[in-house]
């Protein structure tokens, strides 16, 4: 099956500097997460793929059409990284208006956001102006356009940024259930939480360079010294800690958080089940936390680093020579 | 684009700064009405001169204020975006936006024959050489709205922010109106309603000269065909701007 976004050599440079540099990517049905710090090139490339751009050199397709087209944008819902609205539209006529620009009748476009509204959780605000909503809330209504015309492709940067966690978790709710519908979706952030739950793949940026890319345990796997970690927030006092500690050997680190302290313990299955049990039978009160992707990318980040280094080092001995 | 046509406009028009400007340019028109008719030594001359150029200066002003709100507040709502990952062309937005933009003016001229009208029914007839004259006047108006329209959105595709393109525009329509002026008050003709209208071309700041040198060339309608290579112009620079630049990036 052809990929659904087939991204070839593609380079943008703005004055001089690369932006993206030889990106190569091909994302079928799934799920793919772009991962990489403040100005890796996600949102250049995000833009790109929505045809806002134009890539200096190298190819892309969107379900094999051309980025801007309208056969491409038919086939995409893009939802920006702050995304403005029409302020003083309900959601029931924003989604109207774009439900008429993407061409669907009056009789399906109703049963269509009144289906939206429910899904995302809004139908209670319909009537609203967009303009009290909160920030979760705009979101939803974002996903709620960029899904109007059911499209096969859904380009979200960085969808999670500025959300509480019950926003989050509202919006992870969406995603998934747009996975399980078997759509692609294609999505940027530069936080790492919640990526390795709701992606089959990720591509790790760094300065416009693709750095990684593949399957989160398979990166894991394949990657010497990362490894997943566990955090179990306490939200007790110290000496819960202390007695914790003292019974269990083997915890890497403590923080200390709002209210409690954070354990974080490295991928180790006995472990992870014995704290479970000594925190069940002493009745702490805890949450648990697993990162994949956040060992994996500061792995990922200084073993580049440590090549640069070298390279560093390498190119002052020719210079020397 | 019909259906994004009708989308803008009926946003467009339920807008309640579009019933707030029509009840205000009522109001402005009705005191025109009721003050000038028996301070004036030629009443029906300024009755019809005055209100028209008030109005015209006032709709191109609001047409600005529309269409800067329209395409430069899109940028800086970060909501254009959305727009041009739709399935619409480029080509299709800009000309769909300025369409329905457009499509307000047959409502202001209409408001304005209106005026015209309820002075007949209020004063009678009006004389030749002024009433000849207002079917011209009204087709001249249509043609320069359209132009400050077009003049708007180019000059939005550049600065993307809606408050210094009105500004400008600003600046433009009374340089317009006031550098028309000296061809109003030394027409030969004596047909002062003309110059008005005619004052407030855009082309006008570049042949203002001609206007009072030429007043034939004026009252004929000579400068119709530049009026409108003006509004030519501005159209495919704009549609061509938008469609290569990646400004919205």
Same mark, same amino acid.
């Given at each position: 099956?052809?990929?659904?976004?087939?991204?070839?050599?593609?380079?943008?440079?703005?004055?001089? /500097?690369?932006?993206?540099?030889?990106?190569?990517?091909?994302?079928?049905?799934?799920?793919?997460?772009?991962?990489g710090p403040n100005g890796a090139g996600k949102t250049t490339l995000i833009?790109?793929?929505?045809?806002?751009?134009?890539?200096?050199?190298?190819?892309?397709?969107?379900?094999?059409?051309?980025?801007?087209?309208?056969?491409?944008?038919?086939?995409?819902?893009?939802?920006?990284?702050?995304?403005?609205?029409?302020?003083?539209?309900?959601?029931?006529?924003?989604?109207?208006?774009?439900?008429?620009?993407?061409?669907?009748?009056?009789?399906?476009?109703?049963?269509?956001?009144?289906?939206?509204?429910?899904?995302?959780?809004?139908?209670?605000?319909?009537?609203?102006?967009?303009?009290?909503?909160?920030?979760?809330?705009?979101?939803?209504?974002?996903?709620?356009?960029?899904?109007?015309?059911?499209?096969?492709?859904?380009?979200?940067?960085?969808?999670?940024?500025?959300?509480?966690?019950?926003?989050?978790?509202?919006?992870?709710?969406?995603?998934?259930?747009?996975?399980?519908?078997?759509?692609?979706?294609?999505?940027?952030?530069?936080?790492?939480?919640?990526?390795?739950?709701?992606?089959?793949?990720?591509?790790?940026?760094?300065?416009?360079?693709?750095?990684?890319?593949?399957?989160? /345990?398979?990166?894991?796997?394949?990657?010497?010294?990362?490894?997943?970690?566990?955090?179990?927030?306490?939200h007790s006092p110290s000496d819960v800690l202390a007695r914790l500690q003292?019974?269990?050997?083997?915890?890497?680190?403590?923080?200390?958080?709002?209210?409690?302290?954070?354990?974080?313990?490295?991928?180790?299955?006995?472990?992870?089940?014995?704290?479970?049990?000594?925190?069940?039978?002493?009745?702490?009160?805890?949450?648990?936390?697993?990162?994949?992707?956040?060992?994996?990318?500061?792995?990922?980040?200084?073993?580049?680093?440590?090549?640069?280094?070298?390279?560093?080092?390498?190119?002052?001995?020719?210079?020397?020579? | 684009?019909?259906?994004?046509? =009708?989308?803008?406009?009926?946003?467009?028009?339920?807008?309640?700064?579009?019933?707030?400007?029509?009840?205000?340019?009522?109001?402005?028109?009705?005191?025109?009405?009721?003050?000038?008719?028996?301070?004036?030594?030629?009443?029906?001359?300024?009755?019809?001169?005055?209100?028209?150029?008030?109005?015209?200066?006032?709709?191109?002003?609001?047409?600005?204020?529309?269409?800067?709100?329209?395409?430069?507040?899109?940028?800086?709502? =970060?909501?254009?975006?959305?727009?041009?990952?739709?399935?619409?062309?480029?080509?299709?937005?800009?000309?769909?936006?300025?369409?329905?933009?457009?499509?307000?003016?047959?409502?202001?001229?209409?408001?304005?024959?209106?005026?015209?009208?309820?002075?007949?029914?209020?004063?009678?007839?009006?004389?030749?050489?002024?009433?000849?004259?207002?079917?011209?006047?009204?087709?001249?108006?249509?043609?320069?709205?359209?132009?400050?329209?077009?003049?708007?959105?180019?000059?939005?595709?550049?600065?993307?922010?809606?408050?210094?393109?009105?500004?400008?525009?600003?600046?433009?329509?009374?340089?317009?109106?006031?550098?028309?002026?000296?061809?109003?008050?030394?027409?030969?003709?004596?047909?002062?309603?003309n110059y008005g209208f005619v004052s407030l071309l855009p082309a006008s700041?570049?042949?203002?000269?001609?206007?009072?040198?030429?007043?034939?060339?004026?009252?004929?309608?000579?400068?119709?065909?530049?009026?409108?290579?003006?509004?030519?112009?501005?159209?495919?620079?704009?549609?061509?701007?938008? =469609?290569?630049?990646?400004?919205?990036?």
């Open positions: 099956m052809a990929p659904a976004v087939r991204i070839k050599s593609v380079s943008k440079q703005y004055t001089g /500097n690369y932006a993206l540099n030889g990106i190569d990517i091909d994302i079928s049905q799934g799920s793919f997460g772009l991962i833009k790109l793929l929505c045809g806002l751009l134009r890539p200096t050199s190298g190819t892309i397709s969107i379900m094999g059409h051309r980025p801007g087209s309208p056969e491409a944008n038919a086939s995409i819902g893009y939802l920006s990284e702050n995304q403005g609205y029409y302020e003083f539209n309900t959601p029931q006529q924003y989604l109207r208006y774009f439900g008429e620009l993407y061409g669907l009748s009056r009789s399906e476009m109703d049963a269509r956001i009144a289906e939206l509204l429910k899904m995302v959780n809004l139908h209670k605000n319909a009537r609203d102006p967009i303009s009290t909503f909160s920030r979760g809330m705009r979101q939803r209504v974002g996903i709620a356009r960029a899904m109007i015309h059911d499209p096969d492709i859904y380009i979200l940067d960085e969808p999670l940024s500025g959300l509480d966690p019950i926003g989050r978790k509202e919006f992870l709710r969406i995603l998934t259930d747009l996975k399980e519908a078997g759509r692609t979706i294609l999505l940027s952030s530069h936080e790492l939480k919640d990526m390795d739950t709701i992606c089959d793949e990720i591509c790790i940026l760094r300065q416009g360079i693709k750095i990684a890319q593949g399957n989160p /345990n398979t990166l894991i796997a394949g990657a010497k010294g990362a490894h997943e970690t566990l955090s179990f927030n306490l003292q019974d269990i050997p083997g915890i890497i680190s403590f923080t200390e958080i709002p209210g409690g302290f954070q354990l974080t313990i490295a991928h180790d299955p006995p472990l992870e089940r014995k704290i479970l049990r000594w925190l069940l039978v002493n009745k702490v009160d805890f949450s648990v936390q697993k990162h994949v992707i956040d060992s994996l990318y500061s792995y990922v980040f200084e073993e580049q680093q440590a090549v640069e280094v070298v390279d560093e080092h390498k190119d002052g001995e020719m210079e020397v020579l | 684009m019909l259906r994004f046509v =009708r989308s803008e406009f009926s946003g467009l028009i339920k807008r309640p700064a579009f019933l707030m400007f029509l009840f205000l340019l009522s109001l402005v028109m009705m005191f025109q009405l009721t003050y000038n008719a028996d301070r004036l030594t030629s009443p029906m001359t300024s009755l019809v001169t005055t209100p028209l150029l008030l109005s015209n200066i006032m709709t191109s002003l609001f047409m600005a204020y529309l269409a800067s709100a329209s395409f430069a507040r899109e940028f800086e709502h =970060r909501t254009l975006n959305i727009l041009l990952t739709t399935p619409l062309k480029r080509t299709e937005i800009y000309i769909g936006k300025m369409l329905s933009l457009f499509c307000l003016i047959p409502i202001m001229t209409v408001f304005n024959s209106l005026y015209v009208y309820s002075l007949t029914l209020s004063y009678g007839l009006l004389p030749d050489a002024i009433g000849n004259m207002v079917p011209y006047e009204l087709g001249l108006s249509a043609l320069y709205f359209a132009s400050i329209i077009s003049l708007t959105m180019l000059i939005s595709i550049f600065l993307r922010k809606s408050s210094t393109v009105l500004i400008i525009m600003v600046v433009f329509t009374l340089i317009s109106a006031f550098i028309g002026l000296p061809a109003v008050i030394t027409s030969p003709y004596g047909y002062s309603v700041t570049m042949v203002s000269g001609m206007l009072v040198a030429n007043s034939y060339f004026v009252v004929e309608g000579g400068l119709v065909p530049l009026q409108l290579a003006f509004l030519l112009v501005t159209v495919i620079l704009g549609v061509l701007l938008f =469609r290569r630049s990646e400004l919205w990036g």
